[in-house]
């Protein structure tokens, strides 16, 4: 499974920007995408997923301010993030997993910067 991800760049706090993840490959064992991020000095944390089947999950913190969805026909995954904060600062990573013979399979595609800053 390869990830493409695209869609950041400078905002200013307050704004919006969407990012989106095309997967390509083995997308038939793909069960979960996603996105995490990681800050300057601070670990890789979870933003949101979505299972296959259309679970949503999100981190607290962004919980109201940004909406995971997928096209499956383009296998594509987005993330519609409003009401930016400055800690929203980050390098964003687009993930996927999948569960195959008692094996999680992981994947992840480069990341992408997004800025919130005036």
């Known amino acids: 499974v390869q990830l493409q991800a695209c869609g950041g760049g400078l905002v200013q706090p307050g704004g919006s920007l969407r990012l989106s993840c095309a997967a390509s490959?083995?997308?038939?064992?793909?069960?979960?995408m996603g996105w995490y991020r990681q800050a300057p000095g601070n670990q890789r944390e979870l933003v949101a997923t979505?299972?296959?089947?259309?679970?949503?999950n999100y981190a607290d913190s962004v919980k109201g301010r940004f909406t995971i969805s997928g096209d499956n026909a383009k296998n594509t995954m987005l993330l519609q993030m409003n009401s930016l904060k400055p800690e929203d600062t980050a390098v964003y990573y687009c993930?996927?997993?999948?569960?195959?013979?008692?094996?999680?399979?992981?994947?992840w595609g480069q990341g992408t910067l997004v800025t919130v800053s005036s």
């Open positions: 993930y996927a997993d999948g569960l195959r013979f008692g094996r999680l399979y992981q994947y």
């Open positions: 979505m299972t296959t089947a259309g679970s949503a």
């Open positions: 490959g083995s997308i038939f064992s793909i069960d979960r």
